[in-house]
């Protein structure tokens, strides 16, 4: 399961179980600060460049990526139910998450950015 949580001024984004396993990292803590948008748009499964995690074309995104836009973390499974926080500032210059319930998290997200 995938958590994100929201406390002490950041974001923070939880992997458990084989998802911390396939993803090789299971906690990210984001300062609301960094975060500069947040997307319900899904993710493209194209991906060139070097990775830390497990991809398989169309199926499944899970770790860290580092393509031209920087180094990006991804845990994407069905790309229709992802959050994306596009960040600076940050290590990662996005983070693309997937959760059930995607539309009450952006909304979180967007609320604890106010």
């Given at each position: 399961?995938?958590?994100?949580?929201?406390?002490?001024g950041e974001a923070v984004v939880r992997l458990e179980g084989t998802k911390k396993f396939l993803a090789?990292?299971?906690?990210?803590?984001?300062?609301?600060?960094?975060?500069?948008?947040?997307?319900?748009?899904?993710?493209?499964?194209s991906f060139l460049g070097v990775r830390a995690g497990t991809y398989f074309p169309g199926v499944m995104m899970a770790g860290t990526f580092w393509t031209r836009s920087g180094k990006e973390f991804y845990y994407v499974r069905d790309p229709n139910k992802c959050v994306t926080l596009t960040l600076y500032g940050h290590e990662y210059s996005k983070v693309v998450f997937q959760v059930d319930n995607h539309e009450k998290v952006a909304s979180l997200v967007s609320e604890a950015l106010r």
């Open positions: 399961m995938v958590n994100i949580s929201i406390s002490h090789l990292k299971g906690t990210i803590k984001i300062p609301l600060k960094s975060i500069k948008s947040v997307s319900l748009r899904p993710p493209k499964w």
